[in-house]
């Protein structure tokens, strides 16, 4: 079985995204690159069942190279992502985490930028876009994300959810969660009165900051 150990991991953070709330059903999808190769999350099946064997392998051209199972019907997203996004500091992008956490899909129709209303926004970058709405699984949607995602590891996609990537599926699943607290943190402070913002060269600075933060 070609990419064992991206398969299994896929199915690792798949059932994740069910248990920690940032999906419903069959909703959103993952994928892990080695190499030329993509494992990513099949079309319309519980997570609670997949096995390794489920997962389909597919090309950067989006060919089925190993599996009985369809890809995931935002294929174009993932496949975008990885042959033509670049992180900011020029990490490999090998992970990718698509939701459809609940307080940033609402804050998805009130904005075009998550309010920076906590400084881990910059675990995404100096800010996070929100992309033009699209419909799903479409080459305009994977252009908009595109767009969106520039100098940045991830956004909201307009009426959606969110996407995230990152070197790794723990990078991007990470960053997935991060920008869900944080619209629910906006949100909450909302609905009581008008936050407080932190300025754009703070979020600039903390991103600095980020790029020494941790074990090396």
Same mark, same amino acid.
């Given at each position: ?24 059903? &069959? ?23 997949? &096995?390794? #064997? ?14 009985? !199972? ?7 997203? =993932? ?18 985490? =698509?939701? =459809?956490?609940?307080?940033? &899909? ?6 075009? #930028? ?31 994300? /595109?767009?969106? /995602? ?5 956004? /909201? ?11 790794? !599926? ?27 913002? /932190?300025?754009? #060269?703070?979020?600039? =600075? ?11």
């Amino acid at each position: 079985m070609i990419l064992a150990d991206e398969r299994r991991a896929v199915c690792e953070y798949a059932r994740r995204l069910t248990a920690d709330g940032l999906v419903v059903g &069959t909703s959103g999808n993952i994928s892990a690159r080695s190499g030329e190769l993509i494992a990513v999350t099949p079309t319309g099946v519980d997570y609670g069942v997949l &096995t390794p #064997e489920d997962i389909p392998v597919v090309a950067l051209d989006g060919s089925i190279v190993e599996g009985k !199972l369809r890809p995931t019907s935002e294929m174009p997203m =993932h496949l975008s992502v990885y042959t033509k996004a670049a992180d900011p500091d020029g990490a490999p992008i090998t992970g990718i985490v =698509h939701t =459809h956490s609940v307080h940033a &899909t609402a804050v998805s129709t009130l904005v075009d #930028e998550v309010p920076a209303v906590h400084y881990m926004l910059a675990t995404i970058g100096p800010s996070a876009r929100v992309a033009r709405y699209a419909t799903y699984g479409t080459e305009e949607l994977a252009e908009s994300m /595109l767009a969106a /995602l520039e100098g940045r590891r991830g956004c /909201l996609l307009g009426n959606h959810g969110t996407i995230t990537y990152g070197d790794g !599926l723990a990078a991007a699943y990470s960053r997935a969660e991060q920008l869900e607290w944080l619209c629910q943190v906006w949100l909450l402070a909302r609905s009581a009165g008008n936050p407080r913002l /932190l300025p754009d #060269e703070e979020i600039a =600075h903390v991103v600095e900051k980020l790029r020494g933060y941790g074990q090396k």
